[in-house]
């Protein structure tokens, strides 16, 4: 499968920006996908995940709250709607594909990745 993110951009602290990751091949609907993030100078974070059929989702402690990860399976498309952004919030947006289909929050258990998306928060 690959993996498409888009719609990061530059926003003010308190903002609200949706990302969006869209996925080509048939078997995404038995995926679960899963939103990570990079800062500079830090390792690859866990902040989202939804597993295959949305029924079930969970979140980094720093983004509940604030970020719903939610996937519609007829557009093989998962989202990621961030609210109440913060300059803390500033990193590279990657969304990730599970094929097992259940909810996971580290990094190797994901086996396919988009390219990533820039989301700048200011203050």
């Known amino acids: 499968v690959q993996l498409q993110a888009s719609g990061g951009g530059l926003v003010q602290a308190g903002g609200s920006l949706r990302l969006s990751c869209a996925a080509s091949?048939?078997?995404?609907?038995?995926?679960?996908m899963g939103w990570f993030r990079q800062a500079p100078g830090k390792e690859r974070e866990f902040v989202a995940a939804i597993n295959w059929n949305g029924g079930r989702t969970y979140y980094t402690a720093s983004v509940k709250g604030r970020f719903t990860i939610s996937r519609d399976n007829a557009k093989n498309t998962v989202y990621l709607q961030m609210n109440s952004l913060k300059p803390e919030d500033t990193a590279v947006y990657y969304c990730?594909?599970?094929?097992?289909?259940?909810?996971?929050?580290?990094?190797?258990?994901?086996?396919?990745w988009g390219q990533g998306t820039q989301v700048t928060v200011s203050s």
């Open positions: 091949g048939r078997s995404f609907s038995s995926y679960a």
């Open positions: 990730a594909a599970d094929p097992t289909g259940w909810v996971r929050t580290e990094r190797y258990e994901y086996d396919y």
